[in-house]
């Protein structure tokens, strides 16, 4: 398994907040908008990036770190073989990922991911 990207997320009640600062003050472009997330960065290959949200999706609590890995299935093996609990999933969700949500060491939910 290797990991791809690793995206911070922010919650927050209101987005537009994060298009003043982020998109207008920083320069960063709109990469991804779901409503309830949108994610800014310098290009669409996604090396810098920080996302902005309401809520995970699917319900889901605004996870504090996400992780891009390219086999979801190994990064689950090995999650659940370390003794780490899901939280939630694994899933397919309708935006075109597959992902399950941990908690780190240090109580951060964790969303980790990868693209179908």
Do not use: C
Request: charged share 25%; aromatic share 8%; no cysteine.
């Amino acid at each position: 398994m290797k990991v791809k990207r690793i995206v911070a997320n922010v919650a927050a009640a209101d987005l537009s907040a994060a298009k003043r600062f982020y998109g207008e003050v920083l320069g960063l472009d709109v990469l991804m908008d779901h409503g309830w997330i949108a994610t800014y960065g310098t290009d669409a290959d996604m090396r810098t990036q920080i996302g902005i949200a309401t809520e995970g999706g699917s319900g889901t609590p605004v996870p504090d770190l996400s992780i891009e890995v390219d086999d979801i299935d190994e990064a689950l093996a090995r999650m659940r073989q370390a003794g780490f609990s899901v939280e939630y999933g694994p899933a397919d969700e309708p935006w075109g990922v597959r992902r399950f949500y941990v908690r780190d060491p240090f109580g951060k939910l964790v969303n980790i991911l990868a693209h179908l």
